[in-house]
């Protein structure tokens, strides 16, 4: 079955430590996203990428860096400059308009924790 | 700015009860709609969506949402809430122009009493 594969499911990271957060997708499809989630703040986009090796900053980049250099896979990097790490992390995809009007998937999702 | 609010933040149902999640956008133009639910830990799973046409759209698990343009709103109804609808919903929006970016709202979450 196609779909977004996040991994790993939970994540500690130590003060100062960068980490990276996996997003693979075997839908075919050529956009990319990341978001974090914090309880009663909704979604919020940190970065996106509309095609492989190029990528636009989103809402709240700052602390964080991302590559796509395959079509599949949009690794997420939560550096130490981030100063509040905890949240949960979604990875989406879609395929770029045409009539604009395809909606993303989302994987299940990376729960990130400070130790 | 374009927005998207969502004004209750908790809705307690009960079983068999009937269901309105209210979702308001303030957008220069008519945006794209959708309605996603999250069960915890989960990712988020489409409900619907509206691009244009019919104003009353049906979506999966017994869920419909309705457009009101004069309203600025996309509510979602359902007639029969089950145990199982227990989670938390988010509507969202998006424009064309814009990179297929999605702005959430900040969700609401619905508890189910037996």
């Known amino acids: 079955d196609g779909g977004i594969t996040q991994s790993p499911k939970y994540l500690f990271r130590k003060e100062g430590q960068n980490v990276t957060l996996s997003c693979e997708q075997n839908?075919?499809?050529?956009?990319m996203y990341w978001y974090r989630q914090d309880p009663g703040q909704g979604l919020r986009l940190i970065y996106y990428?509309?095609?492989?090796?190029?990528?636009q900053k989103g809402d709240i980049a700052e602390g964080y860096s991302v590559s796509r250099e395959k079509k599949e896979s949009f690794p997420l990097t939560v550096t130490s400059a981030q100063k509040n790490p905890t949240a949960f992390y979604l990875c989406?995809?879609?395929?770029?308009?045409?009539?604009?009007?395809?909606?993303?998937?989302f994987g299940d999702g990376t729960r990130l924790s400070i130790l | 700015a374009q927005s998207v609010t969502q004004p209750d933040i908790h809705i307690t149902v009960s079983e068999g009860a009937s269901l309105e999640l209210r979702c308001n956008y303030s957008y220069g133009a008519t945006p794209y709609l959708f309605w996603y639910v999250q069960s915890p830990g989960q990712g988020l799973q489409l409900l619907l969506k509206?691009?244009?046409?019919?104003?009353l759209v049906q979506g999966i698990k017994g869920f419909e949402a309705e457009f009101k343009r004069s309203q600025s709103s996309f509510n979602l109804r359902k007639p029969s809430v089950h145990w199982s609808d227990a989670a938390e919903y988010f509507c969202a929006a998006m424009i064309k122009a814009a990179g297929n970016k999605l702005t959430f709202g900040g969700g609401t979450r619905v508890l189910v009493k037996p």
């Open positions: 839908l075919n499809h050529d956009a």
């Open positions: 990428s509309q095609i492989v090796n190029d990528f």
């Open positions: 509206y691009f244009s046409g019919d104003t």
């Open positions: 989406a995809s879609s395929t770029p308009h045409r009539e604009g009007n395809q909606p993303q998937h």
